[in-house]
């Protein structure tokens, strides 16, 4: 649990609006590089489980009524944060599509040419 540390709102905002602005950044650096960006996905989900496992867990409510404001605050805040996986499955069916628009396309350029 906290122990009653309060942590400064305005700063904690400050910190976590510099840090979407830098994975923002970063994103933006990488457009069109797949590899990159999974890289960068990656990371995130390892600060994640990071922060989750370490700092996170040992800060759990350890009674009743704190337990119950922290459930209140994840109910009234959005929920539990959570990265998701891309599902093979979608990826799958990304690729599906585009050789679908793929063979449209050759298709289509097939009955523009005279024979």
């Known amino acids: 649990m906290n122990n009653g540390i309060s942590v ?49 867990q040992e800060s759990l409510p350890d009674n009743r009524q704190a337990l119950y404001s922290l459930l209140k605050d994840i109910e009234s805040e959005g929920g539990w944060p959570y990265i998701e996986r891309m599902r093979l499955q979608a990826l799958k069916a990304n690729m599906q599509q585009e050789v679908y628009k793929e063979n449209e396309e050759l298709l289509e350029s097939d009955r523009n040419v005279d024979w």
């Open 8 to 56: 400064d709102s305005d700063k904690l905002s400050f910190k976590l609006q510099a840090i979407a602005t830098a994975v923002h950044d970063a994103s933006n650096i990488c457009q069109g590089d797949t590899i990159a960006l999974l890289a960068l996905l990656r990371q995130l989900e390892q600060l994640h489980r990071e922060i989750r496992d370490g700092a996170f």
